[in-house]
């Protein structure tokens, strides 16, 4: 049996919270307990918000934890060239356009808008016959009228139609710079990256990266969405809470028990304890993991 490739691509933009350091758990111990391999990527296509030194912090933060990984691949901002030839790859096959909307068309409230507020793409430019002078136009992708599915390691059974639920969806913004999707498809795909485990709100992105795939000639890999991590008055916990800074919590509690806290909150195991991540991975299982959002107390943890 081919051993699994797993990665964990954080942006290095500030400091590792709670969710963050929950998703990189999981992602490790989902490779390391079938003697996988992992790999480490920087996602700052946002050169404005990211830096080498807040990179550098997060390879340390990662250490603490104990989440090693076997290869380091260039981040992103080093990688253009190599989107430029997957983005003439699309062009060859007829697929990109150019797109004029502004943000304020796109949110517009008269325009398609699914449950959760995210609005679909309409395809106004798709057909576009005069463009705007003296705008630069974003690139989108033509999308198929098709139902994309897969059985999520975390999520179990997800199902979406791209061009109802998406719409023709942006690779390139108007300034140059290459976007997610594209992105981490490229990269996951060049890397031989065979299961891709992160965040639940990343969930609805998978079928976008399934089309590109298919696009590109990568396989799909495996995906596993992790649950989010909510205080117990269900606010997301995010690292808005200055108590969740991974910065923070070093100085106050060891690896050991922030690992065992977020390991019994999600039910990977029975009675709180601490524990390592090569503890974990022995008897780590995504049968017991919750499929729901995980509740905890952020304030226990350094009680």
Request: one cysteine or more; hydrophobic letters at 40%.
């Amino acid at each position: 049996m081919e051993k699994p490739v797993g990665r964990f691509a954080p942006t290095p933009s500030g400091r590792m919270h709670l969710g963050n350091v929950f998703a990189a758990l999981i992602a490790w111990l989902s490779v390391r307990s079938r003697n996988g391999s992992l790999v480490l990527r920087m996602e700052d296509l946002d050169t404005q918000r990211t830096s080498a030194e807040f990179a550098q912090t997060l390879r340390d933060d990662l250490k603490w934890l104990g989440l090693t990984w076997d290869v380091e691949t260039p981040p992103q901002s080093q990688r253009s060239v190599v989107y430029d030839r997957y983005f003439e790859k699309l062009m060859d096959l007829g697929l990109l356009y150019p797109c004029y909307c502004t943000r304020s068309q796109l949110h517009n409230v008269n325009a398609p808008h699914l449950s959760d507020g995210t609005y679909v793409y309409p395809g106004t430019c798709r057909e576009l016959q005069t463009p705007p002078a003296g705008r630069l136009p974003a690139w989108r992708v033509k999308v198929p009228d098709r139902d994309y599915e897969l059985t999520d390691m975390g999520r179990g059974y997800y199902r979406q139609n791209l061009l109802r639920e998406c719409g023709d969806f942006v690779v390139r913004r108007a300034d140059g710079v290459y976007v997610y999707q594209l992105a981490v498809t490229v990269d996951d795909g060049e890397a031989g990256v065979t299961e891709v485990v992160r965040g639940m709100d990343l969930l609805g992105s998978a079928p976008r990266q399934m089309y590109l795939q298919e696009l590109l000639g990568f396989r799909h890999p495996a995906y596993g969405h992790v649950p989010m991590l909510m205080a117990p008055d269900g606010r997301r916990l995010s690292k808005r809470d200055k108590d969740l800074d991974l910065g923070y919590l070093r100085s106050h509690i060891s690896a050991e028990h922030l690992i065992g806290t977020l390991a019994f909150a999600s039910g990977l195991i029975e009675k709180p304890q601490d524990i390592s991540a090569a503890e974990l991975a022995a008897v780590f299982s995504w049968e017991n993991l919750n499929r729901e959002d995980v509740y905890l107390d952020a304030a226990a943890l350094t009680v």
